[in-house]
Structure formats: C-alpha cells, structure tokens
C-alpha cells in the first residue's frame, strides 16, 4: 500500500494517508465514525460488515487481490510438509497464527486446518498471535516451531522459510476487497480507488506477492 501510495503521489496527487490494523480493528473503527474514504480488507466478512450498516458508497466494492496461506519454520529449519504429513507435523509443537476468532489470516488457517482434518489436534497447541505479522514474528524470534501466514508475509522475511503451502481448496479464496467508504468527501478517494484497481496497481502489488482475485 505505501507502494502504491508512493506511486499514485508520483504522478502529482497528494500522497495518501494509510492507517494499518487488523481488518477487524479497522471495520470496528470505521463503524465508529472514524473519518477514512477507502477501506481495504484482508477478508470478505468484515467488508461485509461494513456493507450491513450501509457504510459502503454503491458500486465501488471490489476484489483488489488474492494471497496464499502457507506454513513457515525458521529460515534453517529443513521440513518438506505435505498434505498428508502436515497434521501430524504440526500436532508435535506450538503453531503460531493469527486469532482465528477475530482475524482473517486465522480465520482461513482453522478453516484450511478443518478441511484437513487436523484442527482438532492442533488446536490446544495453537499460539494466538494479535495479526498475522505478529504470529511470523513468533517464529522468527524461534518462540514457535511454525507459523501458519500468508505466502506474501513469508517472503517479506529472511528469517523464515517455507516449510509447506496449503491447497487453495482447503479454504475459502483469499480474497481483499476495496470500497470507499459512503461517508467519504475527498473527491481524491474514487481515483485512488481506481488507480490500486488497474493494470499499473496490480503491477504493484505483484511485486510483493500477492496473486490477481
């Protein structure tokens, strides 16, 4: 986002402000009445949330882009996790991720976790993190053996590795919305909207890893 803040200012517009939080925090905050013109989520419910209280403006809703859930180890750790030796694998230690009662990174691990079958066995030995940066920090300070992330967290850190990805069946597609917001009066706020929205913004945003909706 500060990317494409940068880029959008490049061209001559006032530079963006951007405020980061949990997708949660910030649906909460916007609910509240807190001034803001576009919304980006990490997940549809809590776009949804905000569409349920009428605090979307018509029409501008849409998918920005999409990411994978991955499972990550320290940067020197050598696991090769499969979809037939990941339950067990994590069932042995603490497993860091998101909180899956409030945050979408959780959200999607438990599902994925449920689809395959191990959430039951894993779910006493889960660390619940605040965000998903949060849970990879657990990993890199070595506090967890692994860490459920996204694939674009995962490639942020040298500290880190890969250690398996989960099948993009065995959750519900990662998706992040972007609307602005009704209560919005920058007349800026629809061009910005449209600019993260184009080829050039995609562009952006594939440089870090996220994937096309």
Do not use: C
């Amino acid at each position: 986002m500060n990317a494409a803040a940068d880029d959008w200012a490049s061209t001559g517009h006032q530079r963006p402000t951007i405020s980061f939080a949990a997708s949660s925090a910030l649906a909460r905050q916007a609910i509240a009445g807190a001034p803001a013109d576009l919304f980006v989520s990490a997940d549809e419910e809590w776009m949804d949330a905000l569409a349920a209280k009428g605090l979307l403006a018509k029409g501008t809703r849409a998918d920005l882009v999409g990411n994978r859930l991955v499972v990550v180890e320290p940067a020197s750790g050598r696991t090769r996790l499969t979809v037939r030796t990941l339950g067990a694998t994590l069932a042995r230690g603490a497993v860091a991720m998101a909180d899956p009662a409030a945050v979408p990174a959780g959200k999607y691990g438990q599902a994925a976790l449920e689809k395959l079958g191990a959430w039951q066995a894993i779910a006493p030995k889960v660390v619940r993190a605040e965000n998903v940066r949060a849970a990879l920090a657990l990993v890199e300070r070595g506090a967890a053996p692994f860490g459920i992330v996204y694939a674009t967290d995962a490639a942020a850190s040298t500290k880190v590795r890969v250690a398996g990805m989960f099948p993009a069946s065995s959750h519900p597609p990662i998706l992040y919305p972007v609307a602005r917001l009704a209560a919005s009066r920058n007349p800026a706020a629809e061009g910005f909207r449209r600019f993260l929205l184009s080829a050039r913004g995609h562009a952006i945003f594939a440089r870090f890893g996220f994937t096309r909706p």
